[in-house]
Structures are given as structure tokens and as C-alpha cells.
């Protein structure tokens, strides 16, 4: 089915640890996102991409690093974990900001 | 920047019951208009969504208007049912500097009692 996979599903590090986050979409839109939910909180939005090649921060980048590797991946790196970024994590990719379409999530714990 | 401002929870009614969940947005464009829903343990599902004013979004029952003069897209239903039970989020899409994107609500949790 078409849609946006994103991997792991979950995982638990230590803090200080490192781990990247894995996103890819096979509806060829251009932008894809990275968002975090956190209670209470709604979901907020960590990095963009509006098009292979180009990526800019959004409301709540520190700590987290991107890359878009290719039009269909778009990757999220946590260089040294800390407990404040225990969170879920979701993907989106977008045509033209007419359409969201979002990955099943990923689960992190940081202990 | 733009912002959505939606009714804080938890919602609990019963089953039957009229459901209304507000939402408000302030935007700087001419924003598309969506609601998603979470049911526990899932992702987020595209619930209803309108792209110009007074256009009206519909899915399963529910309903929400596109209403620029008061800049709001309220969700409605008039019976809710048990399985309704989830977080609903209001979010709007404008584009802003080099892209589209989208803002979220915090969410409003519904619970729906038999």
C-alpha cells in the first residue's frame, strides 16, 4: 500500500546514545516533515523538507539533526539522547500542503 | 506565526449524545482546514478536511465548516458512538517562508461511555 514507512516502531536508549530515525514515501510528494507528540502538547514540528536537497527547522529543532537523502527519504538523528527527547515521533510527507499523509509512529524512551 | 486554539479535554458523554469540539485559528494566509483523529495506540488518521471558506468537510458522520468571518472549523456529530472514542486534533496548512505546513491543536480527548 502507498503511504509513509517509518522505522523503528520503538526503542529505548540510554541517554547519550545516538540513533537515526528512518523515513521514506512512495507517493512522490515533495515535502516531508518530522513531528513529535508529547501529552498535552499536540504534535509539533522538529525539521521540514520542501524538496530534496533542503531542509529548515521548525518550532522545536534543538537536539535533532536531518537529511534528505532522496525525494523518498528523510531521515532524523538524535546525536546524544537526552530524557526530555522521550517522545513518539511521526513522519508526514505532503503534496502541496493539500494533503498529510503520516507514518504509523515511532516510540523512543530515553532512560 | 499561525496557531490553532481548540477546546481543551477530556470530553466524556454518552453514547448517542451530540458532540461539538471547537477550534479556532489564527493564520496569516488562506489556510486549508483539517481534523485528525487518534485512536489509542495508533496514528494519526485524516478525519475531514475543507480548503476554502464555507466549504464543509464530512467522514463518518462527522461535520465541520470552513468560517473565515470567525475564523473557526468546529467539529460536529450528532450521535456519538463508543468506537468514536479517541483524541481528535484541529490543524491548519499555510504556506509560510518555503513551504507548506502544518500546525496542530493539542488535541481534545473524547471518551464515549455506553
Known amino acids: 500500500n502507498a503511504g509513509v514507512t517509518q522505522t523503528p516502531k520503538f526503542q529505548v536508549l540510554k541517554t547519550g546514545q545516538s540513533m537515526t530515525l528512518q523515513c521514506a514515501q512512495d507517493?512522490?510528494?515533495?515535502?516531508m516533515y518530522w513531528y513529535r507528540q508529547d501529552p498535552g502538547m499536540g504534535l509539533r514540528l522538529i525539521y521540514y523538507?520542501?524538496?530534496?536537497?533542503?531542509?529548515d527547522k521548525g518550532e522545536v529543532p534543538n537536539g535533532y539533526n536531518v537529511s534528505r537523502l532522496n525525494k523518498r527519504e528523510f531521515s532524523l538523528r538524535l546525536e546524544s539522547a537526552a530524557p526530555s527527547q522521550t517522545s513518539v515521533y511521526f513522519c508526514?510527507?505532503?503534496?502541496?500542503?493539500?494533503?498529510?499523509?503520516f507514518g504509523s509512529g515511532t516510540r523512543l524512551t530515553v532512560v | 506565526g499561525d496557531s490553532v486554539t481548540q477546546m481543551e479535554g477530556p470530553v466524556t458523554l454518552s453514547e448517542e449524545a451530540f458532540l461539538t469540539i471547537n477550534c479556532t485559528y489564527t493564520?496569516?494566509?488562506?489556510?486549508?482546514l483539517f481534523w485528525y483523529v487518534q485512536y489509542p495506540g495508533e496514528g494519526l488518521q485524516l478525519l475531514l478536511k475543507?480548503?476554502?471558506?464555507?466549504d464543509k468537510g464530512s467522514n463518518k458522520g462527522f461535520e465541520a465548516t470552513y468560517r473565515k468571518e470567525t475564523t473557526s472549523f468546529h467539529l460536529e456529530k450528532g450521535s456519538v458512538q463508543v468506537s468514536d472514542s479517541a483524541v481528535y486534533f484541529c490543524a491548519l496548512s499555510d504556506y509560510g517562508g518555503s513551504n507548506y505546513k502544518l500546525t496542530f491543536g493539542k488535541g481534545t480527548l473524547l471518551t464515549v461511555n455506553p
Open positions: 493564520a496569516t494566509g488562506y489556510p486549508s
Open positions: 508526514a510527507s505532503s503534496d502541496r500542503g493539500r494533503g498529510y499523509t
Open positions: 507517493m512522490n510528494h515533495n515535502s
Open positions: 475543507a480548503t476554502k471558506a464555507d
Open positions: 523538507s520542501a524538496s530534496e536537497g533542503t531542509t
